[in-house]
């Protein structure tokens, strides 16, 4: 079986192209690709498929064989992917509300729905910078979900592990719970992490994000993903976090994530309740897995 390794700000999978090769158990190949000492090693397997509602199909799986409804960096490759290899032919222009315009587009079905991408390309006519439509928030406790008797999860207080944290939560199609702090350096990732991933509040389990506020225009992030662990960067997760920091006053809607693995741009919109987010996408190698029937 062919792949190929691709990475967005740190944040690396392994793509199989769908149009061309058949993946029989995505759930046990992620498991076997992504490992770092035996496999290919990876945040997860993406699928690039075919589709019958928009210009391709992404299908995400994390690195312990669960199946997420998004990933914002693997969209990102996904879109290049599918533009440097000419997949199927792009569509035109995609603006973002009152800021640019991208010369080519896609649309890409996931968990999340159907999603419009914006490409800026290179002198060699491969895509070098990315927008993602991400949709709009899902701010409604239920529909996250967590088992919360509240409408929405803004500013709450959490107690866990004899502290008290406070917490908003966010969907962007995949569920998100964002703490601010003012020392991301004190946060013991590895511990409360999945103590917070796994908290009964969260029935479908949780990302996590520590987040320290440098400026009304900027904060910086750190991440434990469900059902991988901490990565260098979370799209989703960063896009939840502009969120979050809009809703309880700590961020303009027009901000800059920093992450382990880079930045990204955010802009979730007064215009369409839209959230979009720039950054990068770069293809790593191509390899063999020798798998025959994965």
Not at 164 to 192: K, Q, R, W
Request: with cysteine.
């Amino acid at each position: 079986m062919d792949f190929t390794k691709m990475q967005g700000l740190g944040n690396d999978y392994v793509y199989v192209d769908c149009f061309r090769q058949q993946v029989n158990d995505p759930q046990r190949l992620a498991v076997q690709i992504s490992d770092r000492h035996f496999g290919v090693g990876s945040d997860g397997l993406i699928l690039i498929c075919p589709s019958n509602a928009a210009d391709v199909k992404m299908r995400m799986f994390n690195a312990d064989g669960s199946e997420a409804q998004m990933c914002g960096n693997g969209i990102r490759c996904l879109a290049k992917y599918v533009y440097d290899h000419k997949l199927v032919p792009p569509g035109h222009e995609f603006s973002v509300p009152g800021q640019e315009t991208f010369s080519a587009s896609l649309r890409i079905e996931t968990g999340r729905g159907i999603l419009t991408v914006g490409l800026e390309t290179d002198g060699n006519d491969n895509a070098a910078r990315i927008c993602v439509n991400m949709g709009q928030p899902i701010l409604k406790a239920s529909e996250i979900p967590v088992a919360i008797d509240a409408e929405q999860v803004v500013d709450i207080a959490l107690p866990i592990d004899e502290q008290e944290l406070s917490m908003t939560c966010v969907s962007m199609g995949n569920p998100h719970a964002v703490f601010f702090c003012e020392d991301l350096d004190a946060i013991d990732l590895t511990y409360i992490g999945p103590l917070l991933e796994h908290h009964d509040l969260f029935p479908q389990r949780i990302n996590v994000h520590f987040v320290k506020p440098d400026s009304p225009r900027e904060f910086t992030m750190r991440t434990w993903e469900r059902g991988s662990g901490i990565t260098l960067a979370c799209g989703t997760g960063a896009c939840a976090c502009a969120v979050a920091g809009v809703l309880i006053g700590r961020c303009q809607r027009l901000v800059r994530a920093h992450l382990p693995g880079g930045d990204l741009d955010l802009n979730w919109s007064d215009t369409d309740n839209c959230v979009y987010m720039t950054g990068p996408a770069q293809e790593v190698f191509q390899g063999t897995w020798p798998d025959a029937n994965p």
